[in-house]
C-alpha cells in the first residue's frame, strides 16, 4: 500500500501548492477528488466523491482572514479513505469533515507561527539583499505543503488498517443515514452563496434558475448560458455606450521618455504574483509576497544597495488582496517605482499610499467577481457533470475559472503600469464595475436557484391517506414543483446564515436532521 | 440607525461588502476618515468596490458625525467604518446610540502588539480602549458576523508590553 500512500501524499501537497499556483482552484475537491481516484486505480469513483465534496464544501470561501476547514487535506484524505474501503461519498464526508477542521487548526497555528521570520525578512531588506528575500519567501511558502504531506502520510501509514476496520463495523443503518444527511448537506453551500447575492431585487433571477431547473429540466451548462445572455440584456452591457467614445482619449499612452521596465519583466512580475500567498500569515499577510513579485521590476530599477534596501522595505510592509486582481497593484506599483528611479523628488509615501488605499476596494470587487460568481458557475457546472463519473465535469470546472481568471491577471498586470491610475478612473467613470456587480449577480442567482433541483435531489418516502389508497407525498410536491423539498431545505439553512448562526452549526443541525430523518423514514 | 461601527484599516473590502453588509441588511456606508474624504483617488477606490445594494458615503469626522446625528439617518441601516481606534473614540463620544464597537483588522505596526490574529494595538491604542472602556462601550473583535466575539476588556490590555 506504501506506493498508494505515497502517491495521495503527493495529491495533498499538489493541494497545498495552491499558494504558488495562483489560487487557480486546483486545490478542490473536484480536482483533487478524481487524482486520488486515480492514485487508488478507480478515478470514477474519485470524481464522484470529488463532486460530493465540491458541493458541501461550496460556500467555503477564503475572505480576508477567515480562514475555512482546510477541505484539501480533509478532502483527499477522506477520498482516500472511502475508496480504499470500499465505500462511497457518505464515507468520504464523514471523514472529510472533521479532518479538514483539525488541519485548519493546524494551518491557523502556521500562519501564526510565521510572522517570527519577519525580523529576518527585515534583515534582509536592510542589507538590500533581494535574492536572500526570494529564498526565503519560498522555503516559507513549501511549509504548508510539506507539512500537511508529512501529517497526511501518517495518518494514512499510521491510521489505514484501524480506519478499514472502524468503517467496516459502522452498521448499515448509519450508513444509510449519513447517505442521506450527506446528500442534504449541499443547502448549507447553496445558503452561504445565496447569502453573497440575495436581495429583494435579484431574488427573481434565482427563481428563474429554480423554474428553468424544474420544470423545464434544463441542464446547468444550458442555465449558465442563459444566464449570460439575461445579464448581458439586463445590464446593457450589449449595447453602444454612448460614453465610449468620451474617455477613449484618455487610453492613449502618455509619452514616456525614459521606459526602463520591459514587457518580460512584467511577465515576471504576473508569474510571481501566483506565489503572492506562498508565505500567508497574520501579521503581514501577503507582505513578502508583494515584495517577491515586484523584485524583477526593482532589480531593473535600482542599482545601489541603498535604493534596492529602501524598495525592498517599502514593499515589506503589510499587503492584503485578492489574488486573483492583485496584478493590478502590482502594475501601477512598478509604474511608480520607475517614476521614482527618474525622477528626483519622487514621494515615495505615495507608493505605499497607493497600495494600501488600493488594496482593500480592490478586494471587494475581485473577491465578489472571482470567488462570488466565477467560482460558483464553475462549480455548479462541474459538478453537475462530475456527479455521474464523467471527466469531463473537473475539466470544465477548471477551465470556465481560470480562462477568465489568467487573461485578466495577466492583462492588468500591464493595464496597471501602462494606464494606472487612468485605467482606474475609467473604471470608476464608465461605471462598467456596478454593470459587471449586478450583471454577475444575475448569472450567479440564476445558477444558485438551478443548484437544489439539480445537485441536490431530496425525496420522501412518505404516503398520506388510508390503506390501499395510499397517496405518495412526493407525487404531490412533484406535481407542484419536482426540487420543492430541496427549495425549502435550501432556503431554511439560508435563514439559519442570515440569523448568523455559525457554519458548523448548521452543518451538524442538518447532518442532525437527515439522520433521525432518514431513520424515521421521512427522507430517502 | 447604526448598525455597526467597525474599525477596520482596510475600511471598505471583501469581508465588509460579503459578510456585514448582507447579514445586517445594511443600506448605506459611512467611511468617516478626514484622510480619505479629501483625496480623490482613494475615494474613486472605494466607489469602485462600493456593493450595489448600499449607498456610500465618505466624509471627514466631523461630517460623518452631523450626519449620523441628523434624522435623516434614522430611517437608513448603517455602517460606519474608521481605521483607527482613535477615530472610533471621536465619533463614539458624540454618538450616544453606539454602544458597542466592532474591531475588525488593525494592521501591525512597529511598537505594538498582536491582541488577536487581526488587531495589532499599539500604546496609544491602549490610551484610547481604556477611555472607550471607561465610557460602558462594549469592544467586541470579529472578522466576520459568524465569528465568536471575542470581548476587549481591562484583563487585555494591561498584558504588559
Known sequence: ?524 | MIRLIRIDDRLLHGQVSFTWVPSLKINCIVIANNKVATDEFQKMALNIAKPPSAKLLIYTLKDAIAFLCDAKARNQEILVLVNSIADALSVAKEINEIKTINFGGIRMKTGAKLISKAIAIDDNDITFIKELLERGLELEIRQVPGDKKTIIDSSVINIPQ
Open chain 1, 1 to 524: 500500500m506504501t506506493v498508494e500512500y505515497l502517491l495521495i501524499t503527493a495529491v495533498v501537497m499538489f493541494g497545498h501548492m495552491e499558494d504558488f499556483l495562483g489560487a487557480a482552484l486546483f486545490s478542490r475537491p473536484l480536482v483533487l477528488g478524481p487524482l486520488v481516484g486515480l492514485a487508488l486505480g478507480d478515478p470514477v469513483q474519485g470524481i464522484i466523491i470529488g463532486a460530493t465534496l465540491e458541493l458541501i464544501f461550496m460556500g467555503n470561501i477564503k475572505v480576508g482572514a477567515a480562514i475555512p476547514p482546510d477541505v484539501i487535506t480533509g478532502g483527499a484524505l477522506g477520498t482516500a479513505f472511502a475508496i480504499m474501503s470500499g465505500n462511497g461519498a457518505e464515507i468520504a464526508l464523514a471523514i472529510a469533515i472533521p479532518v479538514s477542521i483539525i488541519a485548519e487548526i493546524i494551518i491557523s497555528g502556521l500562519f501564526v507561527v510565521r510572522p517570527a521570520l519577519n525580523s529576518r525578512f527585515e534583515k534582509y531588506a536592510a542589507e538590500g539583499n533581494f535574492k536572500k528575500i526570494e529564498v526565503l519567501h519560498v522555503a516559507s511558502g513549501l511549509t504548508k505543503p510539506l507539512l500537511m504531506g508529512t501529517l497526511a502520510f501518517l495518518a494514512l501509514q499510521l491510521g489505514d488498517e484501524a480506519m478499514q476496520t472502524f468503517l467496516n463495523s459502522i452498521p448499515a443503518w448509519v450508513q444509510s443515514g449519513l447517505s442521506v444527511a450527506g446528500s442534504m448537506l449541499p443547502a448549507v453551500g447553496f445558503a452561504m452563496l445565496m447569502n453573497l447575492m440575495f436581495n429583494k431585487h435579484a431574488a427573481v433571477y434565482f427563481f428563474l434558475g429554480f423554474i428553468l431547473a424544474s420544470y423545464l429540466k434544463l441542464p446547468m451548462i444550458a442555465i449558465g448560458a442563459l444566464g449570460i445572455i439575461i445579464a448581458i440584456i439586463i445590464t446593457g452591457a450589449a449595447g453602444n455606450s454612448t460614453d465610449s467614445e468620451e474617455y477613449s482619449n484618455d487610453d492613449e499612452q502618455e509619452p514616456v521618455a525614459d521606459r526602463q521596465i520591459t514587457k518580460r519583466d512584467l511577465r515576471k512580475v504576473f508569474f510571481r504574483s501566483l506565489a503572492l500567498e506562498a508565505n500567508f500569515n497574520f501579521e503581514t499577510w501577503q507582505n513578502t509576497g508583494f515584495a517577491y513579485s515586484i523584485i524583477p521590476v526593482l532589480k531593473k530599477l535600482y542599482h545601489t544597495k541603498e535604493q534596492m534596501s529602501s524598495a525592498l522595505r517599502r514593499h515589506l510592509q503589510f499587503f492584503n488582496t485578492t489574488a486573483h486582481g492583485s496584478t493590478l497593484i502590482l502594475g501601477i506599483t512598478a509604474a511608480m517605482e520607475e517614476q521614482n528611479s527618474t525622477s528626483g523628488d519622487f514621494d515615495t509615501e505615495s507608493i505605499n499610499a497607493v497600495k494600501s488605499g488600493l488594496m482593500g476596494p480592490l478586494a471587494g470587487v475581485f473577491d465578489s467577481l472571482f470567488w462570488g460568481t466565477l467560482k460558483v458557475i464553475a462549480a455548479g457546472i462541474g459538478v453537475s457533470l462530475a456527479m455521474d463519473g464523467n471527466m469531463l465535469g473537473p475539466l470544465l470546472f477548471i477551465l470556465i475559472f481560470n480562462i477568465p481568471h489568467f487573461s485578466l491577471r495577466y492583462y492588468m498586470t500591464f493595464a496597471g503600469y501602462n494606464t494606472g491610475n487612468r485605467f482606474l478612473q475609467n473604471l470608476a467613470r464608465s461605471g462598467i464595475m456596478a454593470k459587471l456587480t449586478s450583471g454577475a449577480t444575475i448569472l450567479g442567482l440564476m445558477v444558485i436557484g438551478a443548484m437544489p433541483v439539480i445537485l441536490m435531489p431530496l425525496k420522501t418516502p412518505i404516503t398520506i391517506g388510508t390503506q390501499g389508497s395510499e397517496v405518495s407525498l412526493q407525487m404531490i410536491l412533484d406535481q407542484l414543483a419536482p426540487g420543492l423539498l430541496s427549495l425549502a431545505l435550501t432556503f431554511f439553512a439560508f435563514w439559519l446564515v442570515r440569523r448568523n448562526i455559525k457554519t458548523t452549526w448548521i452543518l451538524l443541525g442538518i447532518l442532525v436532521l437527515g439522520f433521525v430523518g432518514s431513520i424515521l423514514n421521512i427522507f430517502i
